[in-house]
């Protein structure tokens, strides 16, 4: 890992009040702020994003409605107040190998596409649970969905390295996003691969937001 990333998080720990962890889980929660931040506007706990030890998948976000989702009456509340729902699933795999591995990423599309099954069997974490419960809510409620019934999907693999396009990686990416769109869950699905210098861009910008919430205040 390089010098900076490593400064970052050193300032990401500080600033969420986090307690320091093994490298990994703290690069680990690093990319999924930094990640969700680029997606929503709001303040969130990183807790509330991280699916703790699961296989598969780091961070889950559900958005819907604007609002970052933890519990299946906050679904209920929505549908009563706004009645739709426009919903996002941001998934995160965070790696702090310098490679980009294609064994990985398809464990990390496998991860996504059990999620999404009817009966899940990567559900050994109490976080992954509760997204499960998420998940079954919003599609319990497809009549109220906005986007012709579908929510949005971003896929968010990291690694402290460079993504150059591999074109046998970029093949395997396509073949898994095919077999994803296959299930007609999502209207739309995104896969981005971030390397070093894009999270570091990620964590930065979130800085930059602050500091003009606090110009824009204090004036």
Known sequence: MNKIIEKLIDDFLVSEEIQPSTNSKNFEHFCNFSIVSSEYGGDFSPEDISMGESQGIDGLAVIV???????????????????????????????????FDGGDMSNFFLAITDFLSDVPQNTQTIEIRKSIELKNRIYDHVSKMANKGRPICKIFYVTTGKWNGDKSLESRIQKHKTDLEALSMFEKIDFIPCGANEIQNYYLETKRATSCEFSFDTH
């Open 65 to 99: 409605n604007g609002n970052i989702i933890t519990t299946p009456q906050e679904i209920d509340d929505l549908i009563i107040t706004n009645n739709f729902l426009e919903a996002s699933f941001i998934f995160i795999q965070a790696k702090t190998s310098e490679s």
